[in-house]
């Protein structure tokens, strides 16, 4: 057997990348399936089989993983964002910034369309609450050797809601990706990516670009429940433990320190309200409907 790394997956195929500079074709073995566990993109596999057609034969154990989107064994997430047309909602970065939390990822954000938007409020909020923000704007190329800096060598996942600049950051990397331009009516982009796939750099950097948000949709909060969820809020940690009561939801509660932080302005109120707001979906979490990708 031989020993790669899956780069797309597509239509129920796998393509394996074991560094001879072709790809394999594979199939899944079908015991995979009886053991709930499917191939991601960003895995590293044994697989048998001649020339370019081959089989998935075992999946080496996982740093990480996401079921939407379907990858694994990241070192970080990028998320890209704007100021511009479509304006970011914080609560969409928020959203996927506890889902990648809550799997000890950490989060890079990138600002970009800073020649159309300066960005400003949302780099403020993020860097505040101890995010590394990284202003760019495809259009002039500001910012992007600092991006491409900050991920070297990595294993990265890009994500985006639709229209932000994430196909021409890319581009910006390196990379040749579809772009589209941005509806004025609808505020998103006309193309956007299809499937989850790896691409790697000259340098070592290997970037898995993934669709955007919607990908990310509240059904994938099911991986996080309410108990947990304080954690995947890296600027609430100096706060936890802190509290009156050893069981604090961090909502009403007297005594909270994390209310107090919030209150003496150490913390973001857009922060917290994301906080709240997936704290309510998560209460809906049934432990035994619990799911693993």
């Known amino acids: 057997m031989e020993r790669g790394r899956i780069v797309k997956a597509l239509s ?5 990348d074991s560094g001879n500079g072709t790809l394999t074709q594979c199939r899944a073995r079908g015991r995979f399936r009886k053991e709930r566990m499917s191939p991601l993109v960003g ?3 044994r697989f048998s089989g001649s020339g370019a057609q081959g089989m998935v034969e075992e999946i080496e154990p996982r740093r990480n993983s996401f079921i939407r989107p379907a990858v694994s064994n990241l070192d970080a997430l990028v998320v890209l964002a704007s100021g511009a047309n479509p304006v970011t909602d914080p609560f969409l970065i928020d959203r996927v910034a506890a889902i990648a939390g809550n799997q000890n990822v950490p989060v890079v954000l990138c600002v970009n369309k800073t020649d159309l938007e300066s960005g400003e409020s949302l780099t403020r909020i993020y860097r505040h609450a101890g995010f590394p923000v990284f202003p760019t ?3 002039s190329g500001e910012g992007v050797a600092a991006l ?29 990706v579809e772009t589209g331009e941005v509806s004025e009516k609808l505020g998103r982009g006309r193309h956007t990516t299809r499937h ?3 691409f790697p750099l000259a340098d070592g950097t290997c970037v898995i670009d993934t669709p955007g948000f919607s990908s990310f949709d509240t059904e994938q909060m099911e ?6 969820l304080q954690y995947a809020f890296p600027d609430f940690a100096p706060y936890l433990g802190r509290c009156r009561y050893h069981d604090c939801a961090h909502l009403s509660e007297p005594g909270c320190a994390v209310l107090e932080a919030l209150a003496a302005g150490e913390l ?4 917290h309200a994301s906080y709240a707001r997936l704290y309510e979906a998560a209460k809906e979490i049934r432990l035994w409907e619990h799911k693993q990708p």
């Not at 991986?223 to 947990?228: A, V």
């Open 196 to 198: 989850v796939e790896l």
């Open 137 to 139: 704007s495809a259009a």
């Open 268 to 271: 973001e109120p857009t922060r």
């Open 223 to 228: 991986l996080i429940l309410k108990e947990n």
């Open 148 to 176: 491409h800096e900050a991920v070297r060598g990595k294993t990265v996942a890009f994500t985006g809601n639709s229209g932000v600049g994430k196909s021409s950051i890319l581009n910006c990397l390196g990379f040749s």
């Open 43 to 45: 895995d590293w596999v």
């Open 12 to 16: 129920g195929f796998y393509y394996v």
